[in-house]
């Protein structure tokens, strides 16, 4: 017969609150999800919404300055060249200082690191190839990430601070919700908005031109 740990959960969360009253006099529990002041049934079905979920949220930057992904051009069409010529990534950033990036990296799907002296001014863009001579003396800082590439069918792409701490990631794809005409057919996959959750397939769109628009402002920028 096939059996099932949920009913435990829900007393373990009730026995977990009764050993912190116990012991502070006062209840504050972590398991307390819903906001009426009492560890129950509710708070067990939002765990249970999520259960198995990935979670990819972002945590606090701690202190670092916010800088965004902009634009992933992960598959190039043939007819621009070959993904080792012409992948590549753009960063953006929003304030009104530079940003010295020197030592923060790109992890998960890509491993590289910022050398020293990697400065982004404010409001500017900056881009990361798979191959920087395609992309060198247009204007705008751009760095060769060396080995491995951009997924075609889309992954995880960390943007980390020297101490590890992730100032944005971003999860893309080409099925479900997300555009797929950046997968070969030539436009890159340009993010839409700078406020709202980056792994939100509706915060991204092709870009209108082929090749995209590496340090330069989105085609379709709506912010």
């Known amino acids: 017969m096939r059996s099932s740990s949920f009913p435990l959960l829900l007393p373990a969360l009730f026995c977990a609150s009764i050993v912190h009253a116990q012991s502070t006099g006062s209840v504050g529990c972590a398991t307390e999800l819903d906001g009426d002041g009492v560890v129950g049934m509710s708070d067990l079905l939002i765990v249970l919404a999520d ?5 990819v949220s ?4 701690a202190g670092w300055p916010t800088v965004h992904f902009t634009e992933f051009h992960y598959n190039p069409a043939t007819a621009q060249g070959t993904d080792s010529e012409f992948e590549f990534l753009e960063l953006y950033n929003p304030g009104d200082q530079p940003v010295d ?3 923060w990296s790109l992890s998960e799907g890509l491993s590289f690191t910022f050398p020293e002296g990697t400065v982004l001014a404010s409001a500017d863009y900056l881009v990361v190839a798979s191959s920087a001579v395609s992309y060198a003396g247009l204007g705008y800082p751009v760095y060769d990430w060396g080995s491995g590439g951009l997924h075609n069918s889309g992954e995880l792409i960390a943007l980390r601070a020297p101490d590890g701490v992730v100032i944005e990631s971003v999860l893309y794809s080409d099925t479900g919700d997300w555009d797929s005409a950046p997968d070969g057919q030539g436009p890159s996959l340009e993010r839409l908005f700078l406020t709202g959750d ?9 870009s209108i031109g082929t090749g995209g628009t590496p340090g330069a402002t989105n085609s379709l920028w709506l912010d």
């Open 51 to 55: 259960f198995g979920s990935t979670c």
């Open 101 to 103: 990036l020197s030592g």
């Open 58 to 61: 972002d945590p606090p930057t």
């Open 198 to 206: 980056p792994h939100d397939a509706a915060q991204w769109s092709a």
